[in-house]
């Protein structure tokens, strides 16, 4: 399957509430965006989520918009995935970190998974644990090779108002 950007109908994915919110976004940056979206559910957003189990599109999109593939890192790379972020795809992102970390197990990598949340309330409820590993290097402290996952609990639940659907 070959992504086609001229064929992407939003109405063909998107539920009729959605699609009323677009015009709102399009005036907005990401941050607007996203608190625009964030109380919908799945179902409340999409009308259509084939995108989201079709192997053979999430595959394309992964290989030729992501960049995703076997890769040896050049510096160490930190990764926070919410496990509730659908659209990026959490089981094959943790599929793909862990062949990944397989093949180039010098690789310096710290993949910090966070139960339930999406995108953006991952990586904030996610801070008191990368934090310390983002400030080890500038302190002249390398990360080890290998790789690395946690499973990391938010110190609160206020998160969880931007729960993925």
């Not at 995108?51 to 918009?65: K, P």
């Not at 050049?74 to 926070?80: E, K, R, T």
């Not at 953006?120 to 996610?126: E, V």
């Not at 008191?128 to 690395?148: D, I």
Request: proline letters at 8%; hydrophobic letters at 35%; charged letters at 20%.
């Amino acid at each position: 399957m070959k992504l086609d950007p001229e064929a992407f109908k939003p109405s063909d994915y998107l539920t009729d509430d959605a699609m009323k919110l677009l015009p709102l976004i399009d005036q907005a940056c990401l941050a607007t965006g996203e608190t625009v979206f964030c109380n919908l559910t799945t179902a409340q957003t999409y009308n259509n989520t084939n995108w989201l189990t079709s192997d053979a599109f999430t595959q394309d999109c992964l290989t030729h918009y992501n960049g995703a593939g076997l890769h040896a890192l050049a510096a160490p790379m930190l990764v926070v995935q919410g496990k509730g972020d659908t659209p990026t795809y959490p089981d094959n992102y943790e599929r793909d970190f862990d062949r990944a970390c397989g093949a180039f197990p010098d690789s310096s990598t710290k993949l910090f998974l966070v139960p339930e949340l999406g995108h953006d309330p991952a990586f904030r409820a996610a801070t008191p644990y990368y934090w310390t590993w983002v400030k080890r290097p500038f302190a002249g402290t390398l990360p080890k090779a290998g790789c690395q996952k946690t499973v990391v609990k938010p110190v609160n639940d206020r998160f969880k108002r931007g729960l993925a659907g």
